[in-house]
């Protein structure tokens, strides 16, 4: 079975850092390129960032630019999303989503398999 395991997520004050992670199994990982996604209360799904199946390309949101960073080990199946300067606004749940074939990293009907969220939560 695909599983795509997000984790990491908490409760972090303005201006702190978390690190997330996604665990993949169940599919050949290293041909596929792994976005995050995230979705607050009463939003839209938003492409968050992306790294093709290399890890040679990264894809960031204009909102996020700076602050994350996206990592891949294909040899461990996992990918990672460093994010510092974490504000109010990324407040979300965040999602990990594996894609075969990824043109535009932060359109989500590109995505062939999605895991369950994991909560981030940014307040003082």
């Known amino acids: 079975d695909v599983q795509l395991q997000a984790s990491g997520g908490g409760l972090v004050q303005p201006g702190g850092s978390l690190r997330l992670s996604c665990a993949a199994s169940?599919?050949?990982?290293?041909?596929?390129?792994i976005g995050w996604f995230r979705q607050a209360p009463g939003k839209e799904r938003e492409g968050v960032s992306c790294?093709?199946?290399?890890?040679?390309?990264?894809y960031y949101a204009d909102s996020v630019k700076g602050r994350f960073t996206i990592s891949r080990d294909n040899a461990k199946n996992t990918v990672n999303m460093q994010m510092n300067s974490l504000k109010p606004e990324d407040t979300a749940v965040y999602y990990c989503?594996?894609?075969?074939?990824?043109?535009?990293?932060?359109?989500?009907?590109?995505?062939?398999?999605w895991g369950l969220g994991t909560q981030v939560t940014v307040s003082s």
């Open positions: 989503a594996a894609g075969r074939i990824v043109n535009y990293g932060y359109e989500p009907s590109e995505y062939d398999y």
């Open positions: 790294i093709s199946s290399s890890g040679r390309r990264t």
């Open positions: 169940g599919f050949k990982f290293d041909d596929y390129a």
